[in-house]
């Protein structure tokens, strides 16, 4: 596609319920991040993949935070037993290297509430 | 990990230069400095990149001495539309891309 893509871009959910976050890449981007970003802090880094691989995890906060991208593509950022605190912007933003240079593209985010 | 460190907020007025300076005495030799733009309910946007000296690009120059443990973004002319939030980073070997707190430029009319 044209952007990176992201859906839902609104999600509500209550506490307990289980979330699912999809992000679609620009065609052909091989490294995509997951962020999520508070109402005025900088965006946190959660998790990355090269291609299928998922390179690093360690800024997932916990358990119920998972993350997949099974073909290389469209990602899937999952979120189990949501909670209150999980209330939060999540950004998706992929490029097209895997190495240390290149810009990266956000998507528009989700935002996410868990009442 | 490379931190950086910058500026929390900074205030200027329309059409003036702005310089806004980001440390990262940990950078490691592969490590580039890249620097990103945030508009409010928008995601980041690259403006720059760099390894040393200077590049300069149609928005923004980029300024980094020969240690490297500096960087220095420099807007020129400023207008009441490049009120946003800037982040400096650090692409870290390991590629895991973190975003410090960023530095909140106010520009005044």
């Known amino acids: 596609g044209a952007g990176v893509s992201q859906s839902p871009r609104y999600k509500v959910t209550k506490r307990g319920q289980d979330v699912a976050l999809r992000c679609d890449p620009i065609?052909?981007?091989?490294?995509l991040y997951w962020y999520r970003q508070a109402l005025g802090q900088g965006p946190e880094f959660l998790t990355y993949?090269?291609?299928?691989?998922?390179?690093?995890k360690s800024g997932l906060p916990n358990d119920r935070f998972s993350a997949e991208r099974p073909e290389g593509s469209i990602s899937t950022l999952t979120i189990q037993r949501t909670e209150q605190r999980d209330s939060a912007m999540y950004r998706c933003?992929?490029?097209?290297?895997?190495?240390?240079?290149?810009?990266?593209?956000f998507g528009e985010g989700s935002r996410l509430t868990v009442l | 990990l490379a931190k950086t460190t910058q500026p929390i907020s900074m205030d200027s007025y329309e059409g003036q230069e702005v310089n806004i300076t980001c440390s990262h005495n940990?950078?490691?030799?592969?490590?580039?400095i890249t620097w990103y733009q945030q508009f409010p309910s928008q995601g980041p946007r690259f403006i720059i990149q760099?390894?040393?000296t200077k590049v300069t690009n149609e928005v923004a120059s980029l300024f980094i001495p020969a240690d490297r443990k500096s960087s220095t973004l420099s807007l020129p002319r400023v207008s009441l539309s490049d009120t946003a939030v800037y982040y400096c980073?650090?692409?870290?070997?390991?590629?895991?891309?973190?975003f410090g707190g960023g530095t909140r430029l106010m520009v005044k009319p």
């Open positions: 993949f090269n291609y299928e691989a998922q390179q690093d």
């Open positions: 980073l650090v692409n870290n070997a390991g590629n895991m891309l973190t």
């Open positions: 065609s052909g981007h091989v490294s």
């Open positions: 760099g390894y040393k």
């Open positions: 933003a992929t490029r097209t290297r895997e190495m240390n240079t290149g810009e990266l593209f």
């Open positions: 940990n950078i490691a030799t592969n490590d580039y």
